[in-house]
């Protein structure tokens, strides 16, 4: 295995490193000058966007303050107007999105070598970190007593924020209101938009479906609880197939929904094979936004371009996807259909439902006019004769 990445920095007159923690994958910072509550929020904002991290050795209730404060500096910037080309606009407020979240992510604070913050007044956050990093690896190198690893006060928040949505979890009206529990990094329904549509599109067969790319396995709970006798439901990445076991077993579930570890599709074919790919043709800023983010539409074109092979005769392919990148100019509607063409589908129906989450009626958003115009939609499509 791969030593893990290391940050360094003095304190004390004295060298010292900890291993470096990233879900997002930035590198670990080069310059790190210490802070406490004595430091002022305007030479903390000055030294961050100059690129010198600071860790925090102060109250940890400050270090939130000092956040919000580096947070309110950025914001009160001067803004470019949004250019006329929707595109345009995309990629220029993704950069702006990616800067803001680079100098936020400046301000770090330690963990000990069971996960805890070593600071006065800091929450209990061993059970939210171990959730997401599992436990901890051996410092590679002297690691300071009190700094097992170094993380920013802006992820710890984040995972803190993902562990009460894991434990709470998230209603679900398909599921009669029953609760889908998302583990860290794994795609939220918290937009349940998409599954009210897979919830009241007509079904093909109730002997068997696929579910690609399942995440929390909603879908293919959903699947089960309308009669689906036998649900075969894909993912890649161990986070999802652990989080979709728990889910389906928690309700009731299990012994119809089978979950494999597939890039796509599982073997054979199926009456019903459904999926619900990223939306946007856009790079992922950090892992957990691929969810959201598919270069190239490599996950969209997978599926259409594979999905005759694994259809049964007369049997359909759910395609649930939403338009915001035809509205953002990333991709336009004549690309879809050729797809679908290219594929060799044809679409026998379409279900279209409008988006509820406050975004779409967000004025402010530079995106807003994408936004309010997007519909999700879900494509009901088969195999083309001949």
């Given at each position: 295995?791969?030593?893990?990445?290391?940050?360094?920095?003095?304190?004390?007159?004295?060298?010292?490193?900890?291993?470096?923690?990233?879900?997002s994958g930035a590198p670990p910072p080069k310059r790190v000058v210490i802070a406490d509550d004595r430091m002022k929020?305007?030479?903390?904002?000055?030294?961050?966007?100059?690129?010198?991290?600071?860790?925090?050795?102060?109250?940890?209730?400050?270090?939130?303050?000092?956040?919000?404060?580096?947070?309110?500096?950025?914001?009160?910037?001067?803004?470019?107007?949004?250019?006329?080309?929707?595109?345009?606009?995309?990629?220029?407020?993704?950069?702006?999105?990616?800067?803001?979240?680079?100098?936020?992510?400046?301000?770090?604070?330690?963990?000990?070598?069971?996960?805890?913050?070593?600071?006065?007044?800091?929450?209990?956050?061993?059970?939210?970190?171990?959730?997401?990093?599992?436990?901890?690896?051996?410092?590679?190198?002297?690691?300071?007593?009190?700094?097992?690893?170094?993380?920013?006060?802006?992820?710890?928040?984040?995972?803190?924020?993902?562990y009460e949505w894991r434990r709470k979890g998230v209603e679900i009206p398909a599921l009669g209101g029953d609760r889908?529990?998302?583990?860290?990094?794994?795609?939220?329904?918290?937009?349940?938009?998409?599954?009210?549509?897979?919830?009241?599109?007509?079904?093909?067969?109730?002997e068997l479906a696929f579910d690609i790319g399942t995440g929390t396995g909603v879908l293919a709970t959903v699947l089960?609880?309308?009669?689906?006798?036998?649900?075969?439901?894909?993912?890649?990445?161990?986070?999802?197939?652990?989080?979709?076991?728990?889910?389906?077993?928690?309700?009731?579930?299990?012994?119809?929904?089978?979950?494999?570890?597939?890039?796509?599709?599982?073997?054979?074919?199926?009456?019903?094979?459904?999926?619900?790919?990223?939306?946007?043709?856009?790079?992922?800023?950090?892992?957990?936004?691929?969810?959201?983010?598919?270069?190239?539409?490599?996950?969209?074109?997978?599926?259409?371009?594979?999905?005759?092979?694994?259809?049964?005769?007369?049997?359909?392919?759910?395609?649930?996807?939403?338009?915001?990148?035809?509205?953002?100019?990333?991709?336009?509607?004549?690309?879809?259909?050729?797809?679908?063409?290219?594929?060799?589908?044809?679409?026998?129906?379409?279900?279209?439902?409008?988006?509820?989450?406050?975004?779409?009626?967000?004025?402010?958003?530079?995106?807003?006019?994408?936004?309010?115009?997007?519909?999700?939609?879900?494509?009901?499509?088969?195999?083309?004769?001949?």
């Amino acid at each position: 295995m791969n030593a893990p990445p290391v940050v360094a920095w003095t304190e004390a007159d004295e060298a010292r490193t900890a291993v470096w923690r990233s879900e997002s994958g930035a590198p670990p910072p080069k310059r790190v000058v210490i802070a406490d509550d004595r430091m002022k929020a305007d030479a903390a904002y000055k030294l961050v966007c100059e690129g010198t991290a600071l860790l925090w050795r102060g109250d940890f209730h400050n270090a939130r303050q000092m956040l919000t404060a580096l947070a309110r500096r950025i914001d009160r910037r001067p803004r470019k107007a949004p250019p006329a080309d929707p595109a345009l606009a995309f990629h220029q407020h993704r950069a702006a999105q990616n800067q803001r979240a680079r100098i936020l992510g400046m301000l770090l604070v330690p963990l000990d070598a069971e996960l805890a913050v070593p600071l006065p007044r800091a929450p209990d956050v061993r059970a939210a970190c171990a959730q997401a990093y599992g436990p901890p690896p051996e410092p590679a190198g002297p690691a300071a007593p009190d700094a097992a690893s170094v993380v920013s006060l802006r992820e710890l928040l984040g995972l803190i924020g993902a562990y009460e949505w894991r434990r709470k979890g998230v209603e679900i009206p398909a599921l009669g209101g029953d609760r889908i529990h998302p583990h860290y990094g794994v795609f939220s329904p918290a937009r349940g938009e998409y599954v009210d549509l897979v919830a009241e599109a007509p079904l093909p067969s109730l002997e068997l479906a696929f579910d690609i790319g399942t995440g929390t396995g909603v879908l293919a709970t959903v699947l089960a609880r309308r009669g689906v006798h036998r649900v075969v439901a894909t993912d890649q990445d161990p986070r999802a197939l652990a989080c979709a076991r728990e889910n389906t077993a928690r309700l009731g579930a299990a012994d119809r929904v089978e979950i494999i570890e597939a890039d796509l599709f599982p073997e054979g074919r199926a009456p019903l094979v459904i999926c619900n790919p990223p939306w946007v043709p856009a790079k992922p800023a950090a892992p957990v936004e691929h969810a959201v983010y598919d270069p190239g539409s490599r996950m969209l074109l997978g599926f259409l371009n594979g999905l005759a092979a694994h259809l049964t005769p007369d049997g359909e392919g759910w395609l649930i996807l939403s338009d915001l990148a035809e509205h953002l100019g990333l991709r336009p509607h004549a690309e879809l259909l050729s797809a679908f063409e290219t594929a060799g589908l044809t679409v026998v129906g379409r279900h279209d439902i409008a988006p509820r989450h406050p975004r779409a009626r967000d004025a402010s958003d530079p995106l807003h006019a994408a936004r309010a115009a997007e519909v999700t939609s879900l494509w009901r499509l088969k195999a083309a004769e001949g």
